[in-house]
């Protein structure tokens, strides 16, 4: 099967293809989600709300102005399962996958979006990978939604918590942190009532650590008792991780262990598990075990620089990713040593890498810093808030300090614009909006400049 057939379609870029394929999904699930079919009371949801809800869901934010539990029925529920699953795995994994079901060829031209959609350096293996991603995935969540129901069956009906299981286990891995705890804990509570529960903030941190690990990595660690090797990339994300979820929760615990909010009022089981999934969630995630906004300030600034380094590059997270902050960290160590190579377990890496780390976290910088300032106009709130706000959705995080359901419609759209921009990337979006780069005839003669 031929998934990309029309003309017009054929004139298109890979990043065109892919914005445009995540804005028509959006749009079809803004548009279900605010049906009087999907809500609780029948009543529907007025469009910009659902609007907002649809853009979290497809790019697996989390940040909801109405609470999901309460305001959404099944009906409801699913419509957002749907997006999310679609928006982690991302639109053309689901459309090649029906399209190897249905045993069609994968032409060139897929698997140049593929390719884009993934973050990939080449179209090799692409389809292998797509299985991988699949498979990966489905019994990832499998696992995570047998952990919960076991779990929760001692709370509610089997029924239920089945129900419950696989709605968490799907939000979880794609990190899109949507809860459907409202009915029972209270709306926007998250998963509050069970900080100090083992089982439930094991389970959720590590599906919210495997599906932003990134698929790439996946496959290197199923295949290292064949290969007995990594990637670099896998060794840079795998290090990259544990030591800003180590030093993140270690961080978290010295700063609020004495505040009666979040951490004072638990044992020591409780302390460390909401240490740990505090530092764990910011990766992009959205659920939350204890209130973010009764946190220390220094605590919601330093989860605001979690926030905006994300996850892993091919996952289903967001931000600048952590192998971009691994480079400008190794930049940063270079030019001190006064060494002209950025070098990471005996390999040098390529200078257009470093331009593109570098260039992506100063479009991203420059994205928040200018929300931040709209948004201080649009909203009668504090900085340190607008800012948390701000970040949270371009990392595609959903993380919130309270504001997201008291957003004017100007602070809803610019929210909505930073989830999308956040969970295609700002470069995949710059490449769609701007021209086609044409190769360089001529260079000009290299001159210098003073630095610092």
């Given at each position: 099967m031929n998934m990309v057939k029309n003309p017009l379609e054929m004139k298109m870029t890979p990043p065109q293809i892919l914005v445009s394929g995540f804005a028509l999904i959006i749009l079809i699930g803004a548009v279900l989600l605010s049906l009087p079919i999907s809500t609780r009371s029948g009543l529907g949801t007025p469009f910009l709300d659902a609007l907002f809800t649809a853009t979290s869901a497809t790019c697996v934010t989390g940040l909801v102005v109405v609470d999901t539990g309460t305001h959404f029925n099944v009906f409801g529920q699913l419509v957002l399962l749907v997006?999310?699953?679609v928006g982690g795995l991302g639109f053309m994994t689901m459309a090649t996958l029906v399209a190897m079901m249905l045993r069609k060829r994968i032409s060139l031209k897929e698997r140049l979006i593929l390719q884009e959609a993934l973050n990939q350096n080449s179209i090799e293996g692409i389809v292998r990978l797509i299985r991988k991603v699949i498979n990966y995935s489905l019994m990832i969540e499998l696992g995570g939604m047998i952990l919960f129901t076991i779990r929760w069956s001692f709370d509610m009906p089997f029924g239920k918590a089945l129900y419950y299981g696989f709605f968490h286990a799907v939000s979880f891995f794609n990190n899109a942190g949507f809860d459907i705890f409202g009915p029972i804990s209270g709306p926007f509570t998250s998963i509050t009532s069970y900080v100090d529960d083992p089982i439930i903030s094991f389970t959720s941190g590590a599906l919210i650590v495997l599906g932003g690990l990134g698929f790439i990595v996946l496959s290197d660690l199923l295949d290292f008792r064949r290969t007995k090797r990594l990637s670099l990339h896998s060794k840079v994300v795998l290090s990259m991780t544990a030591f800003l979820i180590v030093f993140g929760a270690i961080v978290i615990?010295?700063?609020?262990?004495?505040?009666?909010?979040?951490?004072a009022s638990l044992n020591w089981s409780g302390k460390?598990?909401?240490?740990?999934?505090?530092?764990?969630?910011?990766?992009?995630?959205?659920?939350n075990s204890i209130d973010i906004a009764g946190m220390r300030q220094a605590t919601q600034f330093f989860m605001v620089i979690l926030m905006f380094i994300g996850a892993s590059p091919g996952s289903t997270g967001g931000g600048i990713k952590t192998t971009t902050f691994a480079i400008l960290i190794g930049a940063m160590i270079a030019m001190i040593r006064g060494k002209q190579d950025i070098v990471m377990f005996r390999n040098r890496l390529a200078q257009d890498r470093?331009?593109?780390?570098?260039?992506?976290?100063?479009?991203?910088?420059?994205?928040v810093l200018f929300a931040t300032m709209v948004l201080s106009t649009t909203e009668d709130r504090n900085f340190l808030m607008i800012l948390f706000e701000v970040v949270s959705a371009f990392g595609t995080v959903g993380?919130?300090?309270?504001?997201?359901?008291?957003?004017?419609?100007?602070?809803?759209v610019v929210i909505i614009l930073l989830m999308f921009i956040g969970r295609l990337g700002p470069i995949t979006l710059a490449y769609a909006l701007g021209p086609k780069p044409e190769k360089e005839l001529y260079r000009y003669p290299e001159g210098k400049i003073t630095i610092g």
């Open positions: 997006l999310i699953q615990l010295v700063f609020e262990f004495t505040n009666q909010k979040t951490l460390i598990w909401g240490s740990i999934f505090q530092s764990i969630t910011p990766r992009t995630a959205g659920a470093i331009f593109k780390a570098i260039t992506l976290t100063f479009i991203a910088m420059f994205l993380l919130t300090m309270g504001l997201t359901p008291y957003l004017s419609d100007i602070g809803q």
